[in-house]
């Protein structure tokens, strides 16, 4: 992928960057902090929906130690917001809640399918009004 860049207004932005979209590229990897600035965890993928092309959940890796041990954590996508200032996504929970939100690890994976797990993981992250 190009990384080359160019002029958007005042300030250079990458070939992989506009000022609204990024290569998926781009966003694996990216830390991932609570509004404190405490580091949770940092973007292992996404999952996106085929026909609308709309990012649904960002799955968070969590803890571990070279990958043993490592949990992951569907976040669904808008209740992550990027900051600059940090240099990654932020959301709101503390540590605590993180470790008790729906997750996975490498060998139990998901079924994504299932309507009901992800309705689970939404709940669990925005809860209805």
């Known amino acids: ?76 996508w808008k209740s992550l917001s990027y900051d600059t200032a940090m240099g990654g996504y932020a959301v709101d929970c503390d540590r605590s809640r993180l470790e008790r939100a729906p997750r996975y690890t490498a060998s139990s994976t998901p079924d994504w399918s299932d309507r009901a797990y992800r309705s689970k993981v939404d709940e669990y992250w925005i809860p209805p009004v």
């Open 1 to 76: 992928m190009r990384t080359d860049t160019m002029t958007d207004g005042a300030r250079p932005v990458e070939m992989d960057e506009t000022h609204r979209l990024i290569s998926s590229d781009k966003v694996d990897g990216t830390e991932v902090y609570n509004r404190n600035g405490d580091h949770l965890g940092e973007v292992d993928h996404m999952m996106i929906d085929k026909y609308t092309g709309h990012v649904e959940y960002c799955v968070m890796s969590f803890g571990g130690f070279l990958g043993i041990g490592e949990s992951y954590h569907p976040l669904p």
